[in-house]
């Protein structure tokens, strides 16, 4: 169970890697602050949190993604990390992501290794988001909440951590064009907050690799 991360060089890791870099290194400063890279009126901005979740599996480490239902009102068919509003009752932002995730795919606390957790990021839509990263171990018995989540698969960590597949797109928005992340995966198109977290998380890894 071992990726790639493609930075000043190749560089093979494994989970021992994982936990030894986010136990010594702080959250990186070198991060895309959020959408449009503005920082919004942080009074306007709603808690959020989602989990990263890295699955051991035996031939390679991949990372597990949701693709949202077309009925919700919010990011509708989008494809995202399991996460959403921070609640009252939550303790704290990783007790948020692991609610979440336990509510829309079924993936108990107790099965995620929680090993650190990365930059802010402050979407267009008013929300700040915590990502948390987790490993997650092999078999997954996933209880998927059909309300929420229309599909859940797995990318190669090693795909996500090669900056040659980190896209610049654009579209407009409000009357203006606005620059975007997107990571394009076979059939599957990572864009938006769960693509510039991504490129959070890379540049968070390659700032610790030899």
Not at 154 to 163: A, T, Y
């Amino acid at each position: 169970m071992r990726a790639t991360l493609v930075a000043s060089g190749r560089r093979d890791f494994d989970l021992g890697w994982l936990r030894q870099h986010f136990a010594s290194s702080p959250v990186s400063v070198d991060a895309v602050y959020g959408d449009l890279d503005a920082r919004p009126d942080p009074s306007f901005l709603k808690a959020a949190a989602v989990l990263l979740p890295i699955v051991a599996r035996p031939d390679e480490l991949t990372v597990l993604f949701t693709r949202r239902t077309a009925q919700l009102r919010a990011h509708s068919g989008q494809i995202s990390f399991p996460g959403g509003r921070i609640e009252e009752d939550d303790a704290s932002e990783q007790a948020a992501a692991l609610r979440e995730t336990e509510e829309e795919v079924g993936i108990a606390a107790s099965s995620i290794e929680v090993i650190g957790r990365l930059a802010d990021y402050h979407t267009r839509t008013g929300f700040r988001v915590t990502p948390v990263v987790g490993l997650v171990g092999v078999p997954l018995a996933l209880r998927v909440d059909a309300r929420e989540v229309d599909e859940v698969f797995e990318v190669p960590l090693s795909f996500l951590l090669d900056p040659a597949n980190h896209q610049r797109h654009s579209r407009e928005f409000q009357g203006r064009q606005v620059q975007y992340y997107a990571i394009p995966y076979r059939d599957y198109y990572i864009w938006g907050a769960t693509a510039g977290m991504l490129v959070n998380f890379y540049r968070h890894l390659a700032a610790g690799a030899p």
